[in-house]
Every structure is written in C-alpha cells, then in structure tokens.
C-alpha cells in the first residue's frame, strides 16, 4: 500500500529535473549583492562619459563664428561708397577689408583663424570638421562594435577607444590647416564610437541587477558633467587659441585610459560567454574581495561548471570580426529589435547633437546657451532613471521623443529675439533638448535588456551610431538653419517626432532579466507567450 502510495510522487519528480543555472542565476549568485567597493569600481567607469562628451560637443566654441564690429575706417578710396561697414550687415564677409574686425583674437575660432566662412567654403567647410567627427563615429562604431563581443572584451576595448580619442585630440591642437584638423577629428570619433557603449555595458555587467539602472544613469551623469565642464572652460580661455581647449580636455582623458587598464576587470558574464571559464572565476574572485570575500576559492565558483552555455553561440557566432553582427542578421527577431531601435534613435540624434550646435541661431549668450543645455542633460538623466524604475520602455520613449518633437516645432513659430521672444524660444530648445537627452538615455538602457550578452555591445553600438548618424547630418542642417530656421528645428522636430514612433514595435522588457544567448532570449520569449496566451501577447510586450 505504501509503495503504490509513494510510486506516482517519485515518477512526478523524475519527470521534472532541476534546469541547471543560467549564467545570469551564476552572476547573481556571486556579485548580486554588490559592496560599496564594487560600486565604486562600477562608478569610476562612468566617468569615460564625461570624457565622451568633452570631444563630442567641442566644435559648439571651437568651430563657433566669432561676433564682429566696424572698426570705423572707411572704405579705402575709389572702393564702392555704398560698401561701408555696417552693423546691420548679415555677414562681414561682403564688407570691404578694413572696415570690420573680429571681437576676439582670430585664433580662438577655427571659423575666423581659417577664414572659413569668408574664403568661399560656405557652410559646408565650416561644417566638415564637426561632420568629419561624427562619421569618424560611423566608420569607428561600424569596425570596432563587434571586437568588444569578439576578440578584445569590453576592458580592452575601453581603454584603446579612450587612448585614440585622446591622442587623436592632442594632435589635433597642432593642425595646420582645415584639412589636417577635420581629418584629425575624424580619427577622435573614431575612437570616441566605443567609449560610451563600452563603459555602460561593462559598468551594468559588473554589478547586481539591482544596481543596473543606477550605474548606467551614472554615466549619463558624468557626461552631463563633462558637457558642463565645456563653457565653464570655454569662457576661461576665451582669449586664448582654440587649440588650448584640446590640450587641456585630452591629457586628462589619456591618463584615464591608463588608469583603468589596472583598475578595472573585464566583464564574467564576456567571459564565460566566450568559454574563458578560468579568466571568468579570477574576475569574479577580484569582484568578492572588493566585497570582502577575501577567502574565496575556485571551488566555490562550481555554481559555474552548471551553467547551461551552448558554445557555438558561447563564442557569439563564432570568432570572425563580424560574428555577432551575423547572428543579429540571421535571426529575424533580433533583426527587427535592431532595426527600430536604431531608426528610432537615428530621430533622437539629430536633435541631440544638433540642438546644442544651433544655439547660437537663438541670438542669445553663447556661454550660458550652451551651459543651460548641459545643465539639461542633469534633470534629463534623473527622469529616465525614475522612468525605468517605475513605467514600461516603450510608452517612456514615445512620450518623450513627441514632447522633444513638438518643442523643436515651437522654435521655428516662435519669432526671434528681435520681436522680443528670445527667451520664450530658448525655453523651447532647452525643452526640446531636455526631452531628446531623457529619449536617449531610456533607449540605451532599453537597448542593453533587449539583446543578450553574446551580442550587448555590438547592438548598443549600433544604436549609438545610429544616433551619430543622426549627429553627421546635424551639422549641416545648423548650418542652413542659420538663415532660415525651419531647415534645423523644423527638421530636428519631425525626425524626432516620427521616428520615435518605430520603439511601438519592439517587446516590452521591464521587470525581465538579462539573457546572455541568443537561444536563452528564444526561451525567455517563448515561456513568456505560453504563460501570457496569444490573446494578450500585446498587453505583455512579447515579440513575434
């Protein structure tokens, strides 16, 4: 009796084996409760941000147009009496020489030291260093995305991103000529493509899942900090070359570099995706000694010996270059995840890089637009952290991507300073602004919860560079927007506005865990349609 009793219990259990562990249970396990010394080391990577954005928004006073007066000598004699020096002029350029100067020494702008605007080149040469950056950031995000999912780890490819974009920015105070420097910044974005993306998936794969959010809003608040630094320097050497504010932005950022090449460890959850199991257990044992588990030994990582990691998708697709870009494309899900994001974030980097360079078309102090516009990156970085925390990603994004639209709208019907609505239309690009720095910041930490470790960095970065392609058109759009201003804001305000929509199509993924391969990402979805029923499959944001 008892052991018909007791048979159809042990068949249950038998037929239900335990599932061995995720690398995401493993990881959670042996840095879940993350110290304050791990929280530091986390932290101190945020910092690349600031770094970042030093380089990034650098052309707002390098490449600025200096303000000009009439010198009061007259048109030298037998020169067109009407041709005299007036204020009034839209540009110098047309005046007779002698008759006007610039307010400042030639050599605090690359427009004025150059002749830049008045030597035929007109918008496009004055726009090419800023363009030059930005697909330098293109060429760089294209070449270098997937080695951080490959061959050299999130670390490695931190410091050798910082490390170009550093020494690309000391040389590039002794540029000669135009062609020198565009071709200089060109090399510095392509340095700069990977430090943002590296820092921010390195520092989130580091610590715990509840400290996640926090470290990636930590990046983006030392990139507001660096953005900050811009005009509080800026103004302090006003009087000196332009090539000054490279020296004393890059030499900082090089030492950097070098600092977290021994500071920092490279990512477990990299390692153990790409079967490096040892290196993986040394990481993990430098991560609890910061937590004070000094007596840690290797065998109490045999958690890791359980993990259930296929290898042919452990070592992203295999070890060609462009692995995991193949295993993006092969799957149709991950294709499409991709796809809208980056169309999406495409709109939010034109407003993004490009509002910050249109401000001098608002007719206001340049110093404090552009000090006010990264004083909005603060705020902006608090929002989007209380918005994961407590509302779902997509509806986050579409909200704020229509506000930053609607914005960027207002300033083109909003009339000029001159019928005194200067104030009213800054309000509306530092609204504007506000809203596309909150976008963005959503859409990179909805970004790292859409895609598995075996392709995070590669698909991160392609969402960043998306929005530097954004950030390649921005400038010549600032450019003609400075005649008329429906060709920037008007522009910025519709790309924004409807490609935002394109993050409809993608699944909601609050509340769910980080997956590390491609086929725990299939499952994740798949347990999640069976619980959920097809019906409502929607209402859970699940992909098809």
């Known amino acids: 009796m008892a052991d018909a009793a007791t048979t159809p219990l042990l068949t249950s259990h038998e037929a239900k084996p335990a599932k061995a562990p995720s690398i995401d249970d493993a990881i959670e396990t042996y840095i879940g409760a993350t110290g304050a010394r791990q929280l530091l080391t986390a932290m101190l990577l945020a910092f690349a941000w600031a770094f970042e954005a030093q380089q990034v928004f650098m052309p707002v006073f390098t ?33 007779p020489p002698g008759t006007w100067e610039w307010d400042r020494p030639a050599e605090t702008s690359v427009v004025s030291e150059w002749a830049l605007k008045c030597g035929g080149g007109g918008p496009a040469l004055v726009s090419l260093p800023a363009s030059s950056f930005f697909a330098g950031n293109l060429a760089g ?14 670390r490695k490819m931190l410091v050798l991103s910082l490390a170009t974009m550093s020494v690309a920015g000391v040389l590039t105070a002794f540029s000669p000529n135009v062609w020198v420097y565009a071709a200089l910044r060109f090399v510095s ?11 921010m998936v390195l520092s989130t794969e580091l610590v715990g899942k509840w400290w996640r959010n926090t470290v990636s809003v930590a990046g983006f608040v030392l990139f507001s900090v660096g953005f900050m630094s811009l005009p509080a320097l800026a103004y302090t050497l006003r009087e000196a070359s332009w090539r000054t504010m490279y020296v004393w932005t890059s030499l900082p950022s ?60 452990g070592v992203a697709g295999g070890d060609g270059m462009f692995a995991s870009l193949r295993l993006i494309w092969e799957r149709r899900w991950a294709f499409q995840r991709l796809a809208a994001m980056m169309t999406a974030s495409f709109g939010v980097g034109v407003v993004y890089y490009g509002l910050p360079l249109s401000v001098g078309s608002l007719s206001s102090d ?13 705020p902006s970085s608090v929002l989007s952290w209380l918005l994961m925390g407590r509302f779902n990603r997509r509806s986050s994004v579409v909200a704020l991507t229509t506000a930053s639209g609607l914005c960027s709208l207002a300033c083109v019907v909003i009339p000029d300073e001159e019928a005194g609505t200067g104030g009213l239309r800054l309000a509306a690009e530092l609204a504007s602004f506000f809203a596309s720095c909150a976008a963005y910041d959503v859409m990179l930490m909805y970004s790292i919860e859409l895609f598995p470790t075996s392709v995070r960095n ?32 008007g522009v910025f305000g519709l790309a924004v506005g409807c490609l935002g929509l394109f993050v409809t199509w993608l699944p909601e ?21 069976s619980c959920a029923g097809a019906s409502d499959m929607n209402n859970n944001g699940e992909l098809v």
């Open 458 to 489: 590669s698909a991160v970065g392609l969402v960043r560079q998306a929005a530097v392609l954004g950030g390649v058109v921005a400038p010549m759009l600032v450019a003609l927007g400075r005649e008329r201003s429906y060709w920037s804001f």
């Open 63 to 95: 490449d600025a147009e200096p303000t000009w007066h009439c010198t009061g000598v007259a048109a030298a004699a037998g020169g067109d009496p009407g041709s005299s020096c007036s204020p009034a002029a839209a540009s110098p350029c047309a005046l």
């Open 141 to 154: 995000g294209f070449l270098l995305t997937t080695l951080a999912d490959t061959h050299l780890g999130r």
């Open 509 to 529: 993924t609050k509340r769910r865990r980080l997956s590390d391969t491609m086929e725990e990402e299939e499952e994740a979805a798949a347990a999640i349609l």
């Open 189 to 199: 974005g392509f340095g700069r493509s990977m430090v943002g993306t590296s820092a």
């Open 254 to 313: 090089l030492c950097y570099a070098v600092l977290l090449y021994f500071l920092v460890q490279e990512s477990p959850r990299w390692l153990l995706v790409r079967g490096r199991k040892q290196e993986a257990i040394e990481a993990l044992r430098q991560i609890a000694s910061l937590n004070g588990g000094e007596g840690v030994t290797t065998s109490s990582f045999s958690m890791l010996d359980a993990c259930a990691v296929k290898v042919g998708d």
């Open 366 to 378: 340049l110093y404090l637009s552009v000090a006010y516009n990264a004083a909005a990156e603060l």
